[in-house]
């Protein structure tokens, strides 16, 4: 995920509003899809021309357009033309590396979320841009690829299930960040089980591996915090009720996502000040492990050297040296490193090395 | 209690008040118990089914009515439509993984707290959601299993003891969240023999379980931290008294809990404070003890590599060497080896090693 | 001090208002004494039961009541009834584990704080809860035990200097809680010389004992700023003003002791920062010490070892060793070794190891 | 990029208003260019004299005075006097050391701002101060040296592409401003490759390199973050609108830039706290390897030197060692070591240090 | 300059307003001075007694009167009660341990700063309060010694530059805070000096007194810091103008103060970031050596610890080695030595440690 931080990555020296994508290429076809519904009826039908789409726009259904990949500019050209967006918004639509935010344009509202899931295959956080832009009896998606975490809501557009199909687009804007914030939930799981994980093994064995995946669990923390701080000024902002576009009855449906994001930046706050102690305990538990090794030579060091220079003192070939000559000589000598092996051992024992 | 790092895991696509019990699931029968008072009499009751309370409500008389218990989702859900509860706060009394709060739902007031409860057999930190409905002459209050902190509160309505069978249901509110953070106390005083203990154990003794206990206690303040800061936030909105249903002459009251929640959050952070420091102590301490063998180490092998040294020299089998011919060679070698050892232990002594 | 850490322990389950004294049982009898006084009277006694009090209540004279011990609540209890104290007040006097605050009850003003001070003989902070009640025309003050700081305002009053006499209960308040700020400084002094002590001590000779007294030191600090950052709130919320009890003239007087609080948290929060990187220092110094250590080793270890090969080398006991039976053999085999020696010296001294 | 740290000296003891360069001098020769235009011409030549261009002022059109190299102040004066710049200002343009801001002088804004950019050549931060001042009809810019991020800023005026021909003085700021801003992320993507590089470096191959490095990315972004955190307040004060001067069309993009300085942030503080863990995660790596030197010393050294012992032994010269005589005594003694060093070895796997 | 630590010390038990001088007792006289002009006549003398300074008091012109030293409180009582002080404002002009802070008593201000100078030859910041009383048409300036940073202040007066002698008492006051303010750059500078000095120390040659410096260095900031935040609430304050006493042309002259005491912050806040990091980099630096001490110590000792032991088996008095007797055991034997360390070798360059 070490992508995000090449984010800050942009088209310099352009005049403001140029439409430029700036992102990673996805190289599928950019899809436009519809659905528009109201409680009775609704039509489900993929765009091959964004213009398709106008005939929606004045009728008092919701109209929820949503655009997979964002590559062909003429496309989201076409649909800001259609829906009168300010080219500052189309720019950040297509500039996918904003941060979550929330504007007001009087006849719409522009959102910029980020949506995580997690990739089981390549072990890794997957982020994605999502825009809305939520007017009076519409929204627009932009999202950068195809595959979403939206099929809980079509499901439930298609199935008349629960409120949706009877509330308007604010409801449905509602539907849409709801569906990206509980997908937050399953990433904090897998980095809780990485975090336990990597505690069971920093006390234990640590090794130059737990030091690189407490490394890379803790840049995966900062970008998720990157994403999910924003978003509660965003869900914040939008809960307040400020805007004449949100319905008072959608409101504490919002102060619901508002409730999750909390708890994911509830959540996002222990796992790093979990994470930020484990260098600490790292250090320490190899010092620990530093002071075992250290002990053991020691020990052996100290109680060999001195019998090795008495073996020494006898070996050397001085033509006089009466102890040599004397019949208990030898075990005597042997009589003195026992005795000195055992005082070290002894000395040792008292300091609790052994 | 490492699992409120789990809490994040949640029951994703599903509409909005859809109500599916999350949480563990406890074994025990849902138990439904109901408590109606005024100042002059007192009916006490466990109900077999929700609809047998419903004669109550629209009473005079105060009515607490306590489920233990939330695998039965039906139950819930019948209280919940009794009682005209909107469906997210339902959602919200089954999903036990809430962070503290309260809503204002202009007839009812919906409040969630963590009951905590020190289980001095397992030696670790229960930690249990609370649900409290405040109505004006009713309190709803949802446990995930019997045996609560409750008890006192049931005995002073029983004996009428104190103000309580002369005050509302918000004074019962009041009594029931004060009675969930006076338990927090013991906790806290728990933590505070381990913490002294450790500190000890720190600068005396440190081994490898030192760390582990370090990351222990680090964990348990981390959670309780997280219940009971946004306890803070809930006890702070009801002590403004901007509900209308909970009645001046009980705010004072209502400040009283607000003190001790600063009060306990006082003494986490002092704990953290303590805690946080803890491993850099451990480090310093094993350094220490590492410096120790290491001087050691280091005193023995100055003072006998020369010397045996020496030896070797002198047990060189050159055919040659003049020494070893002399008649006090032998002694002189000795004195040489004494006058170099004795050389060593001053300089050691010199730079404070002995 | 580390008692203020088990402060969190406190009588659970018991209906609020209920009177217990809390806190360490000091063995004295219960005192309490009286002055009343104005411009031009004083009268001073001992109360042998608080009911000797009432007859002082509406004059209008100032009336001072001093009680020294909590362990009689009947005592505590009387004076509350004749005042007319609300029992949460009540019990926060007898509860000796509050933090400071003031609480506005229309008729009188109730505040806590805590008294500290040094006892030289123990070398330690001794820490004790004083809560007053201010009103129109008495001050109430309770103290833990016989012993205080507001000896000098007693003098004032008798000796009628400055302004005390003059003035009303507000300025007595006042210059009881400028009495306990004025003897924080002391304190302060006695935690700068230990800090400036323990510097020196850090880098020159860091032994297990100064990481004992680094801790200790660190514990004084968080206990003293538990107590002195909530005093921060009480006189600034005096300062203000609000209460109309406070007179106009007093309240210049008040900034000034809310001034002197923030000195005091000034000076806590400096030597926090010395003390928070003592330890860091601590363990560089112990590095340091070991780097010493290890290049000694080294270096003693690193000359000596190759010699001793060589000697080793020539005590081998082959029949066939050419350079045994030369007669410059062993000249050059000591030839060897001094070069040896000589490049490792060098060697070392490159590196600045000498 | 050290300078910035000196940035701090200032010329003392002159009277506020003295117009003195204080900077880094550089030598070309000041150069004074103006461009004047509105949506159907536009002029643009160089000022060899300020007074040149007084004409302009009272036009219509957008005049835009750009002054590249701060060192003659006698130019910068007149320009100060033409345009009714407050002395205090002109102090600031001329003193490049400010800190971002603006300040309001009703009839024109004073905005100071610093321009980075890097440098690929000297692989260096480049910071430069550039004062705006922008007026109803007018935009002074003043640079310290020629060479600037503007070149596009010219060019769409030149070729009247997008908005600004059309619109006033304030887009023009703006566009001046979005200019500056957009030169940061380029600086931040060659940080975030230092960054990536470091982190690489830092758990396989850490060196004395690998710490200065560090060193140098932990300054470079606390220059940057001490330019780039004053600047927010500078955008978002301009984004509020309060000023008569800013219209509310160009609000929007002034909001804009106010967004990309909160990216810049954002990645600033992302650096930051993954710089910040560095240290640790180097001490740690280092101390890894420490543990693998000191694993390596140990286990040779403590299995040699008990069987160097046992050579000893039987190299001593005693006349009567019994196990000498054996015929089985050397092939014994080779046994003895043999197990030894297979019981350490296995002591040594059983550690897992093998 | 570890007084400031020390300056908790005050007098307790006083009554408040008891006149008493707490600080260094500086030898020299009491020197009161005067300075009374308006633009056109300028009188400048030394008053024997401040009696002689009262006939200035009711005249249009501005009086300066300057006293240098503390000590003798009855001139600071005199001249505090001919220009109507209150006896907490004397109280802190003679305490001077006190925080910057500004109070208005609405017909005077009264402001406490402090002036830090470099002494260059102590190599040591010079810590000193200036009280500032500031009325209509007077300046009361109180210094702990002679020997200030206000001789720029004086010579401007004196040779009526710039506005001073045009303006009134609150830009003469304007005008001492600015000479204050600016006589801070210096210090930086300094420190910045020291801050690189012991950067380049650091990383390249670690000894214990860069330990101490970096300790110095952190107390010097410290130190630096608890004037300078202080500092700015105090020229925020003057500059929002809510007095009376401060004329609105004078205010944008007090917004310059006000930047460059922002800008000191911002200078004090980069050192101090520099220098937290630096015991870190102390601690890796040592580290790094360490671990090249226990590099050569570990290639030394594997190397030559085998050879040795080899030399010693053949060094065994064995009668029966069938090895001694061979023609070519002393080359084989010397082989088997050359292979082990040739290995041995090899290993330390795979592991790069060579």
Do not use: C
């Not at 403001?16 to 659905?35: D, F, N, W």
């Not at 079509?154 to 687009?169: D, H, Q, V």
């Not at 999910?228 to 965003?234: F, G, I, K, S």
């Not at 994470?275 to 100290?302: C, H, P, Q, R």
Request: net charge negative.
């Amino acid at each position: 995920m070490a992508e995000w931080l090449r984010r800050a990555s942009r088209k310099a020296g352009q005049a403001p509003g140029t439409l430029i994508h700036v992102g990673e290429r996805h190289e599928e076809e950019v899809k436009v899809s519809l659905m528009d519904y109201d409680a009775d009826r609704l039509e489900e039908r993929v765009l091959a021309d964004p213009a398709e789409g106008s005939p929606y726009r004045d009728r008092d259904t919701v109209t929820w357009i949503n655009v997979d990949g964002l590559h062909r500019v003429e496309v989201i050209k076409a649909l800001g033309d259609q829906y009168g967006l300010h080219p500052l918004a189309l720019e950040d639509v297509l500039n996918t590396f904003q941060r979550p935010k929330v504007e007001d344009y009087a006849d719409h509202l522009f959102i910029v979320i980020r949506m995580l899931s997690y990739d089981s295959v390549q072990n890794d956080i997957v982020d994605e841009q999502v825009s809305l832009v939520v007017g009076p009896n519409y929204v627009l998606s932009f999202q950068e690829r195809e595959g979403d975490v939206f099929e809980g809501v079509r499901e439930r557009i298609r199935g008349g299930k629960g409120r949706i199909r009877r509330m308007g687009s604010d409801y449905l804007a509602y539907a849409l960040l709801d569906a990206v914030v509980d997908e937050y939930f399953p990433i904090l799981e897998s980095l809780g089980e990485r975090t336990e994980a990597l505690e069971q093994e920093l006390i234990s064995e640590p090794t130059s591996d737990t030091l690189r995946e407490i490394y890379n669990l803790k840049r995966d923390l900062i970008g998720l915090r990157k994403s999910v701080w924003p978003l509660r000024e965003v869900t914040n902002r939008l809960e307040r009720g400020e805007s004449a576009l949100i319905q008072p009855e959608t409101i504490i449906f919002l102060r619901d996502v508002y409730d999750h994001t909390i708890q994911v930046i509830d959540s996002v706050e222990v796992h790093r000040e979990l994470v930020s102690g484990m260098l600490d305990t790292y250090l320490s538990s190899l010092s620990n492990k530093m002071n075992e090794v250290m002990k053991v030579l020691t020990i052996i060091a100290t109680i060999f050297i001195p019998l090795s220079f008495v073996a020494g003192l006898y070996g050397m070939n001085f033509v006089i040296m009466p102890e040599l000559q004397l019949p208990w000589g030898y075990p005597l000598a042997l009589g003195i490193m026992a005795a000195v092996a055992i005082t070290m051992l002894a000395y040792f024992r008292r300091r609790r090395w052994l």
